[in-house]
Every structure is written in structure tokens, then in C-alpha cells.
């Protein structure tokens, strides 16, 4: 439980177990959450069906806030939590590739690990790809490490490159949401497909 392990002691197995439930709850929740229809997760980009929008967006709020409230109270340890590194570059260039691939297969790879579980066949050709692109990224890494390590930011937060403080990045973030989830209403209704409920 990483951030919790100063407060609580937790051997490593439970720890496990633990990760263990937490990741299939999450993929049981994507599959109810209607995640495993890749005309579903399509519809976010032509703007029939925004959902994927405003769950990922509350979902983002909802642990800032949980972890601004934990941490306030002495529940959590920030400085404990893991921040992904920063390279500038390979983010942009990967983002380009994983947002192509979304487009194209229907699917992100949360959400196609969770089609994969209840035997969608698209969602197999989807992991199968995914697959392909790592083995391809591994085997030509020596000729793309230089782009892949170029402008290196480390592990840095959005607030801190703003240079504002946690509370202030989530107010904006919440207002931004609402105008999102205001935006994502219109689109819905002026794009609407009468028949895509049926086929999902």
C-alpha cells in the first residue's frame, strides 16, 4: 500500500493481495461501466457518447481531492506516492502513437485488457497489436534511445511546473471538468445515433 506503509505496517503479501483486488475491481468496473464496447469508447472522439470522458475526468478529481483530504489528515503520505518521470518528447511521440491506436482499435489498454477477459475477438486482435508494438519498441530501442530519453523533466507534477499550489491546480481542474462535462452534454446531443444504443 506504498504511501500507507508508514503508518500501517503491512506485509508483503497482503500488500499483493491487496493490488491483486484492487486491479480486478477496476476491470470489473470498466466492463459495467460499458468499457469493454469499442463503439463505445469510439463514440468519444466522434461525440455520440462521452462517457469516457466524464468518468476518467471524475475519477481523476475524486482521487486528487481523496488525497489532499488523506494527506490533511495525516492519513497519507504524499512524498511516498509514485510520479512517473518526465520525458517531453517521447510523451508527445507516444501519445501521437497510443491515440492513433485508440482511434483505430477501439480501445485503450485498460480497457482492452478488460474486453480480453470477456472474450471480445476485437479485443484479442487489439492486445495482439499492443503486443507487436512492444516487442518492435524493444527490439529498435538502441535506435530511438536518444528521442525516447530527450528532454527529460523527471518525476515533476503539473502543479508544480505551474508553479501553484495542490488545492489551487484542483480547483482549476474542477472547473475545467465542469466545462468539459458541459461541452461533452452539447456534442452528445448534436451528434446523438438513436440506433448506437441498441448495438452496444
Same mark, same amino acid.
Given at each position: 500500500?506504498?504511501?500507507?506503509?508508514?503508518?500501517?505496517?503491512?506485509?508483503?503479501?497482503?500488500?499483493?493481495? @491487496?493490488? #491483486? =483486488? &484492487?486491479?480486478?475491481?477496476?476491470?470489473?468496473?470498466?466492463?459495467? +461501466?460499458?468499457?469493454?464496447?469499442?463503439?463505445?469508447?469510439?463514440?468519444?472522439?466522434?461525440?455520440?457518447?462521452?462517457? =469516457?470522458?466524464?468518468?476518467?475526468?471524475?475519477?481523476? &478529481?475524486?482521487?486528487?481531492?481523496?488525497?489532499?483530504?488523506?494527506?490533511?489528515?495525516?492519513?497519507? *503520505?504524499?512524498?511516498?506516492?509514485?510520479? *512517473?518521470?518526465?520525458?517531453?518528447?517521447?510523451? #508527445?511521440?507516444?501519445? &501521437? &502513437?497510443?491515440?492513433?491506436?485508440? @482511434?483505430?482499435?477501439?480501445?485503450?489498454?485498460?480497457?482492452? /485488457?478488460?474486453?480480453?477477459?470477456?472474450?471480445?475477438?476485437?479485443?484479442?486482435?487489439?492486445? +495482439?497489436?499492443?503486443?507487436?508494438?512492444?516487442?518492435?519498441?524493444?527490439?529498435?530501442?538502441?535506435?530511438?534511445?536518444?528521442?525516447?530519453?530527450?528532454?527529460?523533466?523527471?518525476? #515533476?507534477?503539473? *502543479?508544480? =511546473?505551474?508553479?501553484?499550489?495542490?488545492?489551487?491546480? #484542483?480547483?482549476?481542474?474542477?472547473? +475545467?471538468?465542469?466545462?468539459?462535462?458541459?461541452?461533452?452534454?452539447?456534442?452528445?446531443?448534436?451528434?446523438?445515433?438513436?440506433? @448506437?444504443? *441498441?448495438? /452496444?
Amino acid at each position: 500500500m506504498g504511501p500507507l506503509s508508514s503508518i500501517i505496517s503491512i506485509p508483503e503479501w497482503l500488500n499483493m493481495l @491487496i493490488a #491483486i =483486488v &484492487i486491479g480486478i475491481g477496476f476491470g470489473f468496473s470498466l466492463e459495467q +461501466a460499458g468499457f469493454s464496447s469499442s463503439r463505445k469508447l469510439a463514440g468519444m472522439f466522434y461525440g455520440y457518447d462521452t462517457t =469516457v470522458i466524464k468518468v476518467f475526468f471524475t475519477a481523476s &478529481i475524486v482521487a486528487l481531492i481523496g488525497s489532499q483530504l488523506l494527506s490533511f489528515f495525516g492519513l497519507l *503520505n504524499l512524498n511516498m506516492v509514485f510520479v *512517473n518521470e518526465f520525458y517531453v518528447t517521447s510523451a #508527445i511521440v507516444g501519445g &501521437i &502513437i497510443m491515440g492513433a491506436g485508440f @482511434i483505430m482499435g477501439g480501445f485503450c489498454p485498460g480497457t482492452g /485488457l478488460s474486453a480480453l477477459s470477456i472474450g471480445k475477438i476485437d479485443a484479442m486482435v487489439f492486445f +495482439a497489436g499492443g503486443l507487436t508494438g512492444a516487442f518492435l519498441f524493444a527490439e529498435t530501442y538502441p535506435l530511438i534511445q536518444n528521442l525516447a530519453n530527450s528532454s527529460y523533466k523527471g518525476p #515533476i507534477k503539473i *502543479n508544480d =511546473v505551474f508553479g501553484i499550489a495542490p488545492g489551487t491546480f #484542483i480547483l482549476i481542474l474542477i472547473i +475545467a471538468a465542469t466545462i468539459m462535462f458541459w461541452i461533452a452534454e452539447k456534442a452528445e446531443k448534436k451528434f446523438a445515433r438513436p440506433d @448506437i444504443t *441498441n448495438e /452496444l
